[in-house]
Nanobody, 119 residues
Framework: QVQLVESGGGLVQPGGSLRLSCATS????????MGWYRQAPGKQRELVAT???????NYVDSLKGRFTISRDTAKNTVYLQMNSLKPEDTAVYYC?????????????WGQGTQVTVSS
């Protein structure tokens, strides 16, 4: 069973920073596009950023410049560095692993980690 284990969420004041981590198995990490999504109360889950196994990144336009996605191959971990946080960034953040294996798509999710931006 594939596991994506997230950590790093919490309560932070506006303007502060947090770094989220998501660890998974080497077999999944090495072939997947890894991503972060978020879901605020009463809203649909939305894309934050993705990074391919070759390191190409993609961000939702509204978060460019404040959020940075990266991956550490040695640790099979993907990170989301979030700076200049705003109350509207409050959401549950989910890690995602997406790819194709033997012509079959897979799409795995972590359990989510709460990020609350409030004074």
């Amino acid at each position: 069973q594939v596991q994506l284990v997230e950590s790093g969420g919490g309560l932070v004041q506006p303007g502060g920073s947090l770094r989220l981590s998501c660890a998974t198995s080497r077999s999944i990490f090495s072939i997947s596009t890894m991503g972060w999504y978020r879901q605020a109360p009463g809203k649909q889950r939305e894309l934050v950023a993705t990074i391919t196994n070759s390191g190409n990144t993609n961000y939702v336009d509204s978060l460019k410049g404040r959020f940075t996605i990266s991956r550490d191959t040695a640790k099979n971990t993907v990170y989301l560095q979030m700076n200049s946080l705003k109350p509207e960034d409050t959401a549950v953040y989910y890690c995602n692993a997406f790819g194709v294996f033997f012509k079959k798509e897979y799409n795995y999710w972590g359990q989510g980690t709460q990020v609350t931006v409030s004074s």
